[in-house]
C-alpha cells in the first residue's frame, strides 16, 4: 500500500545568530513556521531501500547518495534493525538549496512515512535521533508546526499557533549553500548572546494577522548580510517585493536566496504575483500562506 506526505516549505520569520560555540556550531534563535507549498513523497514500503525523483526542480535534487530521504531512512534503519523500509517516489517542486528547507522537509516526510508504516510514534527516540543525525533543519520539520528553533536546530519549543499570513515567496534562480553563508558570516567561537524571550512571549499573543506581521517587523535575519554579499541578486529581490502594493514585510528566509513577502490578504499577495512574474518571468514566484 503506497504512502503519501507533503514536505512543505520552511519559513524563518526571525533568525538571529546569537553566537558560535567552541564545537564550530552556530547558535539560532529563530520563528520557523510552513508555508503551504510543498514537495510530495510516498513510500511503497518493501525490503529494498530505494528512490526515484521526478517533477520541475528534480535536478536540484542532486544525486541518490546525497539525498537527505535516503539519508533519513539509512539513520533510522541504523537506529531499528528489521526496519521495513521500500521505495520512495520524490515529486520535487521547490528549489534546493533555497533557504526553505526543501531537503530537510522531504527527510522529515521520509521519516514520518516510516514511522507510519512501522507503527511508530514522532516522539520515538529513535525517530528523533535519525532526525538530528540527517540534518540540523529536520528535527523541527518533522511535525510540521509553527515553533522557535534554537541551538544548532536541535532545541524546539512547543508548537506555536500562529494566524495564517498570505505570502508570496520569490528566489532569483540562485543557489545559496548554508555552509558558505555562514562561512561569509565568519563568526569566531566564543560567547553566545541569550535567546530574546520577549519576542517569543509577544508572537505567542498574536492572533491576528496585521498583528503578527507588526511583530516579526521587530525581528532579523542576521543572515541576510551575508546572503546578499555573496549573491547579490537577492537583495533585488528583496527590494522588488518590497516595493509592491500593500506589502506589509519582506525578509530573506533562512540562508537564502528565497525571500517572502507578507500581506494581509490573499488578494494583495495576486496582485504582488502578477506584477513581478511581469518584471521577473524566470523568477521563481509562488503565491501562499504561511501558518
Not at 135 to 146: A, F, H, Q, Y
Not at 210 to 234: K, T
Request: with cysteine; hydrophobic share 50%.
Amino acid at each position: 500500500m503506497r504512502l503519501n506526505e507533503l514536505a512543505r516549505a520552511k519559513v524563518n520569520l526571525t533568525l538571529a545568530v546569537l553566537g558560535r560555540r567552541a564545537d564550530g556550531y552556530h547558535v539560532l534563535d529563530s520563528l520557523v513556521a510552513f508555508a503551504d507549498i510543498a514537495d510530495s513523497l510516498s513510500l511503497e514500503p518493501g525490503p529494498e531501500l530505494t528512490i526515484e525523483v521526478s517533477g520541475p526542480r528534480a535536478e536540484g535534487a542532486g544525486p541518490d547518495e546525497d539525498n537527505l530521504v535516503l539519508k533519513a531512512a539509512r539513520a533510522l534503519a541504523a537506529r531499528l534493525p528489521g526496519l521495513a523500509l521500500g521505495h520512495f517516489h520524490l515529486m520535487k517542486t521547490l528549489p534546493a538549496a533555497a533557504g526553505i528547507g526543501g531537503g530537510s522537509s522531504d527527510a522529515a516526510a521520509a521519516l514520518r512515512l516510516l514511522a507510519r508504516a512501522n507503527k511508530l510514534a514522532l516522539t520515538h527516540d529513535a525517530v528523533l535521533e535519525a532526525a538530528r543525525a540527517t540534518g540540523s533543519d529536520v528535527p523541527v520539520c518533522l511535525e510540521g508546526r509553527g515553533r522557535w528553533m534554537r541551538g544548532a536546530g536541535e532545541a524546539l519549543s512547543e508548537p506555536v499557533a500562529l494566524p495564517v499570513l498570505p505570502a508570496l515567496l520569490v528566489n532569483p534562480g540562485v543557489a545559496t549553500p548554508t555552509a558558505d553563508v555562514f562561512r561569509a558570516l565568519a563568526l569566531q567561537p566564543g560567547a553566545v548572546a541569550p535567546h530574546d524571550a520577549m519576542l517569543a512571549r509577544q508572537i505567542g499573543l498574536a492572533s491576528k494577522p496585521s498583528a503578527l506581521i507588526d511583530l516579526i517587523a521587530g525581528g532579523h535575519n542576521d543572515l541576510e548580510s551575508p546572503a546578499i554579499a555573496l549573491r547579490p541578486v537577492i537583495g533585488e529581490a528583496l527590494d522588488a517585493v518590497r516595493g509592491q502594493s500593500c506589502c506589509r514585510l519582506a525578509r530573506m528566509s533562512g540562508s537564502g536566496a528565497t525571500v517572502f513577502g507578507l500581506f494581509e490578504t490573499p488578494e494583495a499577495v495576486q496582485v504582488a504575483a502578477q506584477a513581478l512574474r511581469q518584471f521577473k518571468p524566470a523568477w521563481w514566484i509562488v503565491e501562499t500562506s504561511i501558518g
